[in-house]
Protein backbone atom coordinates (compact mmCIF):
# COMPACT_ATOMS: atom_id res chain seq x y z
CA UNK A 1 0.00 0.00 0.00
CA UNK A 2 1.44 3.37 -0.46
CA UNK A 3 0.31 7.04 1.32
CA UNK A 4 0.22 9.97 -0.12
CA UNK A 5 1.04 13.38 1.40
CA UNK A 6 1.46 17.03 -0.71
CA UNK A 7 4.85 16.72 -1.38
CA UNK A 8 5.76 12.84 -1.39
CA UNK A 9 4.51 9.29 -2.04
CA UNK A 10 5.25 6.98 0.94
CA UNK A 11 5.44 2.85 -0.62
CA UNK A 12 4.46 0.77 2.61
CA UNK A 13 5.69 -3.43 2.64
CA UNK A 14 4.35 -6.04 4.38
CA UNK A 15 5.57 -5.68 8.31
CA UNK A 16 6.29 -2.04 7.64
CA UNK A 17 4.90 0.90 9.66
CA UNK A 18 4.78 4.72 9.34
CA UNK A 19 3.77 7.07 11.96
CA UNK A 20 1.75 10.71 10.78
CA UNK A 21 2.30 13.39 12.81
CA UNK A 22 -1.16 14.90 13.86
CA UNK A 23 -2.80 17.25 11.39
CA UNK A 24 -0.78 16.44 8.40
CA UNK A 25 -2.95 15.25 5.20
CA UNK A 26 -2.30 12.56 3.51
CA UNK A 27 -4.10 9.78 1.62
CA UNK A 28 -3.84 5.91 2.13
CA UNK A 29 -4.09 3.48 -0.98
CA UNK A 30 -3.90 0.26 -2.35
CA UNK A 31 -3.69 -1.26 -5.72
CA UNK A 32 -4.60 -4.95 -4.47
CA UNK A 33 -6.69 -5.76 -1.02
CA UNK A 34 -4.18 -5.17 2.17
CA UNK A 35 -4.93 -4.83 5.88
CA UNK A 36 -3.60 -2.63 7.74
CA UNK A 37 -3.70 -2.05 11.72
CA UNK A 38 -4.68 1.98 12.59
CA UNK A 39 -3.81 3.72 16.00
CA UNK A 40 -5.48 6.70 17.16
CA UNK A 41 -6.00 8.08 20.41
CA UNK A 42 -9.96 8.29 21.75
CA UNK A 43 -11.59 10.77 19.72
CA UNK A 44 -10.00 11.07 16.34
CA UNK A 45 -12.62 11.05 13.57
CA UNK A 46 -12.09 8.83 11.29
CA UNK A 47 -12.67 10.93 7.71
CA UNK A 48 -10.49 13.90 9.36
CA UNK A 49 -12.70 16.90 9.97
CA UNK A 50 -14.45 17.06 6.79
CA UNK A 51 -17.73 15.08 8.05
CA UNK A 52 -20.19 13.55 6.19
CA UNK A 53 -22.29 10.26 5.32
CA UNK A 54 -18.76 8.69 5.39
CA UNK A 55 -17.56 10.10 9.22
CA UNK A 56 -18.15 7.57 12.03
CA UNK A 57 -19.49 8.34 15.50
CA UNK A 58 -15.91 8.49 17.47
CA UNK A 59 -15.17 5.29 19.18
CA UNK A 60 -17.19 3.18 16.94
CA UNK A 61 -16.05 -0.01 15.07
CA UNK A 62 -16.97 -0.15 11.50
Not at 16 to 45: D, N, S, T, W, Y
Given at each position: ??????D???????G???????????K????E??????????????????????????????
Amino acid sequence: MGIEFKDRTVALKKGEMIVIKKGEQHKPFAFEECKVLIVEPRGVINTGDSGGDLTSENDVWI
